[in-house]
């Protein structure tokens, strides 16, 4: 099963010592602020139970994200099959980190590891990412690993009740030219 390593972060599978940082990072109004609410400790062990069993059917998924001079885990990447209710399909990539790590590239730098794995080791075409159309800080990272926003390709999250952040920006990347 995959771990994927960057200068500064270990992507990696879960552990039982994650979930209170987890469950703290989820209850921030902050961090949650594009997501239809808060998650309760339950929600939240059952999201790292998810992606845990992910990582353990594909071999990839959502990883934990630490920094790896201290070992500390700051939030989640990795990248999953776009879901069956999605109006398109392929593979995504995205991301989410405690408040305190924001600011200092992490997502951007674990972002482009999961690009890496997807185009390299999965051989996908395309890899596409999304978010709240006001996500301005993760539309940002997206811009930064090289996607492009698809207007004609926004859309109404199916699974996001009728609230502010229901309507979803969708972005796209294609694998680069392999070299013969």
Do not use: K
């Not at 071999?59 to 500390?72: D, P």
């Amino acid at each position: 099963m995959a771990e994927l390593t960057t200068p500064r972060l270990v992507l990696r599978h879960w552990r039982g010592s994650d979930l209170e940082p987890w469950v703290a990072m989820n209850a921030d109004p902050q961090v949650r602020e594009f997501f239809p609410g808060l998650a309760t400790r339950e929600q939240s062990a059952a999201t790292m139970a998810r992606c845990q069993a992910g990582l353990d059917q594909r071999g990839w998924g959502w990883w934990a994200v630490e920094v790896a001079a201290t070992g500390e885990l700051i939030g989640m990447t990795g990248l999953s099959p776009v879901e069956a209710n999605m109006p398109f399909d392929g593979v995504e990539v995205g991301w989410r980190l405690r408040r305190d790590a924001w600011g200092n590239g992490y997502a951007t730098e674990a972002a482009r590891a999961c690009l890496a794995y997807g185009f390299d080791t999965l051989g996908r075409p395309e890899i596409v990412a999304l978010t709240a159309v006001g996500n301005l800080r993760s539309q940002a990272v997206m811009r930064r690993i090289g996607m492009s926003r698809d207007p004609d390709g926004d859309f109404d999250h199916p699974n996001v009740p009728d609230s502010p952040v229901r309507r979803h920006a969708l972005f796209r990347i294609q694998a680069p030219p392999r070299a013969h």
